[in-house]
């Protein structure tokens, strides 16, 4: 969305017009689900998450300065509501123990390979702490660019690379 539509739309929710609001939802939906969904595995808790971060937009767009785009904006209560939820819910169950590993391969077929590879990828980012989780999400698997995450850039970078150290080691460890 283009910052000119982003600040008429935000305009328009200020003087009261529920169908600007909907489509900024409608526009910002996907990238919400999809950074809660990586901190909050459970469908109903993420939607629970989803539709707090919804009201919240609602509540706080009379106090949106502008001075980010808006999806910064977003990010940045999706981050507090992610570790709101995180601190109110016990982790889940170490993925450690033998039962959860996954199957070794049983063929040499790349795409099997590929398949297996990006789960067990996905099984390492769900076992990285909440806030470097939300981060690879939103840098990597959403594309949101550093200077967007409403971080200093040094914390951005050195919260980055110690998630890809920890996902190194989890899956060099996955591979013995």
């Known amino acids: 969305m283009d910052a000119g539509r982003e600040r008429d739309l935000v305009e328009r929710c200020r003087r009261g017009d529920e169908g600007a609001f909907q489509e900024l939802v409608d526009e910002h939906r996907s990238l919400v689900f999809a950074l809660i969904a990586r ?12 539709q707090d971060v919804f009201l919240r937009m609602y509540r706080g767009l009379p106090y949106f300065r502008g001075e980010s785009r808006l999806s910064t904006w977003i990010y940045r209560i999706v981050a507090n509501v992610c570790a709101q939820e995180a601190a109110r819910r016990p982790p889940l169950a170490s993925l ?9 391969p049983a063929a040499a077929d790349r795409q099997f390979s590929d398949l297996e590879l990006r789960e067990r990828l996905e099984k390492a980012i769900a076992r990285l702490p909440p806030n470097q989780r939300l981060l690879v999400a939103a840098h990597y698997l959403e594309g949101i660019q550093y200077e967007d995450l409403n971080m200093p850039m040094g914390t951005v970078k050195t919260h980055l690379y110690r998630a890809k150290q920890q996902l190194r080691r989890m899956l060099e460890t996955d591979l013995r």
Do not use: C, F, G, H
């Open 39 to 50: 901190v909050i595995p459970d469908r109903s808790r993420t939607e629970d998450a989803a």
């Open 96 to 104: 450690d123990d033998d039962r959860a590993r996954p199957p070794a």
